[in-house]
């Protein structure tokens, strides 16, 4: 792979040494790293600015997130607006039991929108005038093995196509992007699991009724309190997997969080639903992680569960692994880090992978646990880990993002 260059355009050819495809928080991320290094890379998105700043999804950054992004000049607002959160509370048989997380493992997480994070890095990366195409799909990625330049054949909604000759190509295109389609099934191995249930999402201009994050177990079904901001709070229902959004009237919502949230002393408040929507549930590895110079990062290689709070985090663990990879390789030409990148990003994605199953299958009613023995189960598992230090403690590590390292 190839020596520093600056993006060229010949024959309608454009050249560059690293072409990212998804401007999703991985993508901008990664992009990031690599404008800070001085390597040149090229950005494609599917979508427009306006879908990626205002899709609604993640809303809680790892101790290592928050880092990154401020090691990487994106903190200010993170600072400035974020919410950091010592503890979580698990709430089950109508009691609250707070996990004190900082004072477990000395670490917190901080409450702070993937949507914010995303404009960020868009600001930061119009501000550096780096190219960012949005509204720009790539439809094909050739040349990727056998050791030749790698070719990125993108089309522009309003636009001529574009054709990149880089020396890396990374799909960061979340899981339904085109990283995994041009490797092809025969090379990829894919591990799953799916669950009978999705989560119903809503995002409310009301203030939350908590301090910090709620996770509730109830017989009629899982129940999340989050939130954005000190007015905007953020609710999860667990809800059947073919669960139609039509079914589900604000008034019905905000009566089944407060029944299942119910808590002596404890009152849920309610005002306008800003946005509402329905999220299928999924437990997905791809591996490799690298097909020659073509490397997957985020969502195109792993999904979790969102119960615990892992996706974005672990598409930031995965790209500041590989940028540092990178960097490694084209200032010093070696490849080591690239060699290891997918080995590396692996054993944390199956801690996650772990966590986000443990605490899903903990908290959600299983459909057909007819006489309840599951739920008994989960119970037991709850009063454990509310009532032993040393499970408190695994669950706390796991969560901030610690456990294994
Ligand atoms: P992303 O999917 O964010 O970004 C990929 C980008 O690639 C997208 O912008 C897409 O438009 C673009 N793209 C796709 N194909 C392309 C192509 N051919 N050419 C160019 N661009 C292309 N995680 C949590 O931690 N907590 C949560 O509560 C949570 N809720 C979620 C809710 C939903 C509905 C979804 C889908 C995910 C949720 N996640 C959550 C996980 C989520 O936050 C992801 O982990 C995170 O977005 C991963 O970031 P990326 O890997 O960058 O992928
Ligand atoms: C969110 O605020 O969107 C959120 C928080 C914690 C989770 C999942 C989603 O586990």
């Not at 190839?2 to 993006?7: A, C």
């Not at 290094?37 to 205002?54: F, K, P, T, W």
């Not at 692996?346 to 299983?366: G, I, K, P």
């Amino acid at each position: 792979m190839g020596t520093s260059i600056h993006s060229t355009v010949v024959n309608d050819v454009q050249r560059t040494q690293v072409v990212v495809i998804g401007a999703g928080p991985a993508g901008l991320l990664l992009g990031r790293i690599l404008d800070l290094a001085g390597i040149d890379n090229v950005l494609v998105e599917a979508r427009s600015r306006r879908h990626c700043e205002q899709r609604l999804r993640a809303g809680i950054l790892e101790h290592a997130t928050s880092t990154l992004l401020r090691d990487l000049g994106a903190g200010q607002r993170l600072d400035a607006e974020g919410l950091v959160h010592g503890g979580i509370e698990l709430r089950f048989g109508g009691a609250g039991h707070r996990i004190a997380m900082d004072e477990l493992t000395g670490c917190s997480v901080t409450v702070y929108g993937q949507t914010e994070v995303v404009k960020d890095l868009i600001a930061l990366r119009r501000e550096a005038g780096s190219p960012l195409y949005f509204d720009t799909p790539a439809v094909a990625v050739e040349d990727f093995t056998g050791g030749g330049r790698p070719v990125v054949r993108a089309e522009p909604a309003d636009g001529p196509p574009l054709v990149l000759r880089a020396d890396v190509v990374v799909a960061a295109d979340g899981f339904h992007g085109i990283g995994r389609q041009v490797v092809g099934d025969r090379a990829i191995t894919v591990r799953q699991q799916s669950y009978p249930y999705a989560w119903l999402g809503i995002l409310a201009d009301v203030a939350p009724s908590c301090d910090e994050l709620i996770y509730c177990h109830h017989d009629r079904g899982f129940a999340l309190h989050s939130m954005r901001s000190t007015t905007v709070s953020r609710l999860y229902l667990q809800v059947d997997v073919d669960e139609q959004l039509d079914q589900w009237s604000d008034d019905r919502v905000w009566d089944e969080l407060a029944t299942r949230l119910a808590m002596d002393g404890w009152s849920l408040r309610t005002g306008p639903v800003l946005d509402k929507a329905i999220t299928p549930m999924r437990s997905f590895v791809a591996s490799p992680m690298r097909h020659g110079s073509l490397f997957l990062a985020g969502d195109a290689a792993h999904i979790v569960p969102p119960t615990g709070a892992k996706g974005l985090n672990l598409a930031a663990g995965d790209v500041a692994v590989l940028g540092a990879a990178l960097v490694e390789h084209f200032t010093t030409g070696q490849s080591a880090g690239l060699d290891a990148y997918a080995g590396t990003c692996l054993r944390r994605v199956w801690r996650a992978q772990d966590f986000s199953y443990t605490m899903t299958t903990m908290l959600h009613r299983a459909p057909g646990d007819t006489d309840g023995y599951l739920a008994e189960l989960q119970r037991a598992r709850l009063a454990y880990v509310c009532s032993s230090e040393a499970a408190a403690r695994s669950l706390a590590e796991n969560y901030v993002g610690i456990a294994g390292h």
